[in-house]
């Protein structure tokens, strides 16, 4: 049987269909899908963990009762990851353990670009980077019997491109691999500094073996093409970019063990052609390698460290010319992210604009409340660090900083890493007010539940997190619930809660409006006769109101009726 699958959605199957039976993980998008599907199969256990660093752990102790696992995330989530991943690399396996990490090239929905290269070659263990959806299925098979078979966690490096491009799938039968009985095994896997100094040579002589199988291995090929004038090293989405340029023109080294790299193979082909080309996204890792074995090369001084490739810039490099292209006299309007129509964040937001309060953001959809006209962020970090942020903000300005800076963090996000810096400002005492934008929802990432939500990945009932009695716990005695709907109420808690001489957190709370449980209200409309042109409504952001024949027009469309703007008319224009 075949399927048409999207990059996500192979590896999925190919968790499937290698016998997987626990996956956890932390959605961020490029990788998010990978999860959703994987929970689509019953044979798998699948969930949401806090953040990736407990996923991992949940991997590994999956992994260290027998049987084979998984866990997903993006690039900056293997930084959160990485505490555990080092040490892993030292303990090994017992069922095979693979971990996904999503690079974002050109920062589609991330805050950098970061190269998770990096650390498959700092922690030592191999990484495998498929270059479509049918390698992507294929390739997690192949990971779990390089983990088993080389004792060692393996990464597999997917990017946006892949994540979410579509290819013909063949689908095949799941591999059920029996679990045996626990050993106890305390010399491997307690990484004490007696057993760990015993564990470091292993490590080593590992990557050797794994450097020699990256020689034969089919995961790595070369394509030889009608001229060897030029030789191309490429992996991932760079090696269909090269292939639909040049075709069969060119000879090729596909690689799909990019670390460790080989040597050999590198070697025999570099001499197999005139000149040899280095083509990959972000850092120069293929071409350091290059470098270091003495086999001269073209890279990073054609082809960027920044942003995506595509067809055009191999082309612009080579000299090639481009295609011919349909151009359009009428300029396309630019649509720069906002927040929706009916966004809950939007009116808190307006509040700290209008009121000049410093504002450390965080991660998440709410991270767009720093655009025009709101401009309400002064920061945005990663996970967790508004938080922790605050707590050095106001140390480091006393008094004057603790009466006019807050700041704000999803529920998830609060969840993800931001309960650890709450305890900092409990426990190392400075006045800081924290306002938790409660959606009731992970929101940036396409709606997947939390540990505050009441429910599972399935959908399930779940224990939910009472983020009242959680902030009361960890030693903060002022927390109160806020509509953000209300712009009175928000402004006063705002107010009042900066007026006090001790921790304070804020709830803000109110489902999102894409919820499908979330029923829209009627949409407002403009009374044209009332309307003074003042442009007050504007302030919000708010994409359903646009000003048409100099007056405020509210799109029906878009408008859900959240009545916010309806607290800014001073004259009533804006009406049910």
Known sequence: ????????????????????????????????????????????????APNEKVATEVAFGASLRGVRSACAMKHVGLNVAADPLFTLSYTGVNGGLVLFVADDPAMHSSQNEQDSRHYAVAAKVPMLEPSDSVETKEFVKEAYEISEKYDTPVIVRMCT???????????????EIPVPEYEKQPQKYIMSPANAVRRHPFVEERTKKLSEFGETSPLNRIEKGSSNEIGIICAGTCYQYVKEVFGDKVFVLKLGLINPLPERLIRDFAASVEKVYVIEELDGIIEQHLNKL??????????????????????????????KSVSSDTPVPVRPPVM?????????????????ITTLGDIGCYTLGSAAPLSALDSTLCMGASVSGIHGFNKA??????????????????????????????????NSTVIILDNSITGMTGHQQNPTTGYNIKGEPAAAVDLEELCRAIGIKRVRVVDPYDLKQCEDAVKEELAVKEPSVIISRRPCMLLKYVKPKPALKINPEKCVSCKMCMKLGCPAISIKDKKAFIDPTQCVGCAVCGQLCKVGAIEV
């Open 294 to 323: 003495g086999v001269p090369c073209v890279g990073k001084e054609l082809f960027p460290p920044v942003g995506e490739f595509n067809q055009s810039t191999i082309r612009a490099a080579f000299g090639l010319p481009q295609p």
């Open 1 to 48: 049987m075949k399927k048409m699958m999207l990059g996500n959605e192979a590896a999925a199957r190919g968790l499937y269909e290698a016998g997987v039976k626990v996956v956890s993980s932390y959605p961020g998008t490029p990788s998010t899908e990978i999860t959703e599907f994987a929970a689509k199969y019953d044979e798998i256990y699948c969930e949401w």
């Open 340 to 356: 929706c129509a009916g966004c809950p964040h939007r009116g808190l937001f307006y509040v700290l604009s209008k009121n000049k």
């Open 161 to 175: 491109r892949i994540a979410h491009c579509q290819n013909v799938v063949e689908l095949e039968d799941r591999k």
């Open 397 to 430: 300005g006393g008094a004057d900083s603790e009466e006019k800076t807050v700041c704000v963090i999803g529920d998830s996000t609060f969840m993800h890493s931001g309960m650890t810096g709450l305890v900092n400002i409990a426990y190392n005492g400075s």
